[in-house]
T-cell receptor, first 112, second 117 residues
């Protein structure tokens, strides 16, 4: 079984600052993928970034980067230069060869 | 850019009624999924579908639920006799293959909000 833990129910950040959203995981699979999705108030699930368990380098996608520490089983999302439009719910998820298992999410609020 | 689409965006139904939620996955994707999200809670897996059959399902996916790919483009979730606790956002997702690499990212539709009265 796979499990995702997101310990921060809510985070506040000022515009243009960086913020880190925490995610730890548990899995017995040797190969797995870690994903972050953004869910704005409109409700859709937007894929942000992927990290493979065998990837040696941290994933980056524009202002998003993933701080992957395999030994600690953590996959924290770093958003640089926060924008007002980044205010949303953020979900970390893990995939084996089939389904996605999600965490409970972190609500990020970006203030001017 | 190709995207997953879902209809309707919002469905209101009476308890005990049947509902069908529709999804059009991305055209070259082979694996299809339904997830649900009860308001304020995390997203939960319901069922996965590949090669015209269910490949995996969760405990939530009981006999009241069924899925179908009636033609080459649509993927449907049917709830036979809705209950109050079925009220949730239902997401369809699809991906190209069934591995764990970046190309196996699941892309989600915008969701259907189901309200059971």
């Amino acid at each position: 079984a796979q499990k995702i833990t997101q310990t921060q129910p809510g985070m506040f950040v000022q515009e243009k600052e960086a913020v880190t959203l925490d995610c730890t995981y548990d899995t017995s699979d040797q190969s797995y993928g870690l994903f972050w999705y953004k869910q704005p108030s409109s409700g859709e699930m937007i894929f942000l970034i992927y990290q493979g368990s065998y990837d040696e380098q941290n994933a980056t996608e524009g202002r998003y980067s993933l701080n992957f520490q395999k030994a600690r089983k953590s996959a924290n999302l770093v958003i640089s230069a926060s924008q007002l439009g980044d205010s949303a719910m953020y979900f970390c998820a893990i995939s084996g060869y089939s389904t996605l298992t999600f965490g409970k999410g972190t609500m990020l609020l970006v203030s001017p | 850019e190709p995207e997953v689409t879902q209809t309707p965006s919002h469905q209101v139904t009476q308890m005990g009624q049947e509902v069908i939620l529709r999804c059009v996955p991305i055209s070259n994707h082979l694996y299809f999924y339904w997830y649900r999200q009860i308001l304020g809670q995390k997203v939960e897996f319901l069922v996965s579908f590949y090669n015209n059959e269910i490949s995996e399902k969760s405990e939530i996916f009981d006999d009241q639920f069924s899925v179908e790919r009636p033609d080459g483009s649509n993927f449907t979730l049917k709830i036979r006799s809705t209950k109050l606790e079925d009220s949730a956002m239902y997401f369809c997702a699809s991906r190209t293959s069934g591995g764990v690499t970046s190309t196996d990212t699941q892309y989600f539709g915008p969701g259907t909000r189901l309200t059971v009265l």
